[in-house]
T-cell receptor, first 118, second 111 residues
């Protein structure tokens, strides 16, 4: 079964509204989670690193105020796309390392979320 | 900064053929290398994970190799089937943190 759960898997929202995507680690604590974005026919690109109890670290070119990341607990990180526009339509996926930095560490991915802004 | 490339970008083969997908990376100081499969409109499916100390991994008809010195990994698919049609991504594990993904190879296996 899934070790990292992501919800919703698909969402359609109107332009100008906000949408929240959740990423949960189901049977382990994740102090760090990663958010990726994939535009059509392109590769997955790291957007930001979500850190439990502190601010997220954003990659260059990613707008902090548009893509709000909250990591309020050791098992949950949320990505909120604020004032969504059609160009934000994309595939968003999270990942969480089970034993970060340790040999044999396994990184689990969520199922991904398809966002369509109309 | 790690850069990952994949060749070919797209591949179309008749059913039953053996094929090789290539992945190249610029920084050999990697933790793990992982091959994923992505079906259209779907998420990622992990296929094979090769730890930095390993040279290859096998699962069924799939075999992945890793040569850190040359910065290359290959995914070998034996006796391809139409159900193998998907995009295949290789990714470097940045010391147990984030992944750096290649652009992918879009595979079509024709019946």
């Amino acid at each position: 079964g899934a070790v990292v759960s992501q919800h919703p898997s698909r969402v359609i929202c109107k332009s100008g509204t906000s949408v929240k995507i959740e990423c949960r680690s189901l049977d382990f604590q994740a102090t760090t989670m990663f958010w990726y974005r994939q535009f059509p026919k392109q590769s997955l690109m790291l957007m930001a690193t979500s850190n439990e109890g502190s601010k997220a670290t954003y990659e260059q070119g990613v707008e902090k105020d548009k893509f709000l990341i909250n990591h309020a607990s050791l098992t949950l990180s949320t990505l909120t796309v604020t004032s969504a526009h059609p160009e934000d339509s994309s595939f968003y996926i999270c990942s969480a390392p089970r034993d970060r930095g340790k040999p044999g560490n396994t990184i689990y991915f969520g199922e991904g979320s398809w966002l369509t802004v109309v | 900064k790690q850069e990952v490339t994949q060749i070919p970008a797209a591949l179309s083969v008749p059913e039953g053929e053996n094929l090789v997908l290539n992945c190249s990376f610029t920084d050999s100081a990697i933790y793990n290398l992982q091959w994923f499969r992505q079906d259209p409109g779907k998420g990622l499916t992990s296929l094979l994970l090769i730890q930095s100390s390993q040279r290859e991994q096998t699962s069924g008809r799939l075999n992945a190799s890793l040569d850190k010195s040359s910065g290359r990994s290959t995914l070998y698919i034996a006796a391809s089937q139409p159900g193998d049609s998907a995009t295949y991504l290789c990714a470097m594990d940045n010391y147990g943190q984030n992944f750096v993904f290649g652009p992918g190879t879009r595979l079509s296996v024709l019946p």
